[in-house]
């Protein structure tokens, strides 16, 4: 088992897909008129600190959310996953991340850093895969990935809805879908 994400390929430069209108569609930060809450968002941190002492519960609060009783059925292989996941994104700053965004920055700075983001979503999941992410599903006619908690809150205030809000995001998982604007 590797303490860290696992290695994909890193692209060589930052060669961001051609897009078609309806892709352009598909950008996480613009789902059905969504805007980002400052109250949600500090409310959604502190529900996470929060609910640290009932860490033995979140397999079946993770099947509830994902609508997946699968998860909640192999109770301690998830269990395992979560504190397995919990030291991969505290090593690697996705907590921090989360805590910057949702505390620090606020709704209208991570908007302006969004709408310097070009591209959209590829479906490459190389972001979800890294990290084992036990939410992503995979649609195996289609051949692409999904989120099992695409528009939740999770998917929301965590940093999976936001990602990449910055050219570090992209670097770090290689993602072949977003590149940001250098003049902003």
């Known amino acids: 088992m590797s303490s860290g994400p696992r290695p994909l390929p890193v692209a060589a430069t930052a060669t961001v897909a051609p897009l078609t209108d309806e892709e352009e569609l598909r950008k996480s930060n613009e789902v059905n008129g969504f805007s980002y809450s400052r109250v949600k968002a500090v409310l959604y941190t502190l ?3 929060l609910a640290i002492p009932f860490f033995p519960i979140l397999p079946f609060v993770m099947a509830h959310e994902a609508k997946d009783s699968s998860i909640a059925k192999n109770y301690f292989q998830t269990l395992g ?5 919990l030291v991969v994104h505290i090593r690697h700053g996705s907590i921090v991340r989360m805590i910057k965004y949702n505390l620090v920055m606020g709704p209208d700075k991570v908007k302006a850093a969004i709408d310097r983001r070009r591209g959209a979503c590829t479906r490459c999941a190389k972001c979800c895969r890294q990290y084992d992410c036990i939410f992503l599903g995979e649609d195996k006619e289609a051949k692409e ?3 099992k908690i695409y528009q939740t809150d999770y998917w929301y205030y965590g940093t999976c809805g936001r990602y990449p809000v910055d050219q570090r995001d992209i670097d770090d998982h290689a993602c072949p879908g977003f590149t940001f604007d250098d003049a902003a």
């Open 47 to 49: 529900r996470l600190v």
């Open 81 to 85: 996953y979560c504190m397995k996941t």
């Open 145 to 147: 990935y999904y989120c």
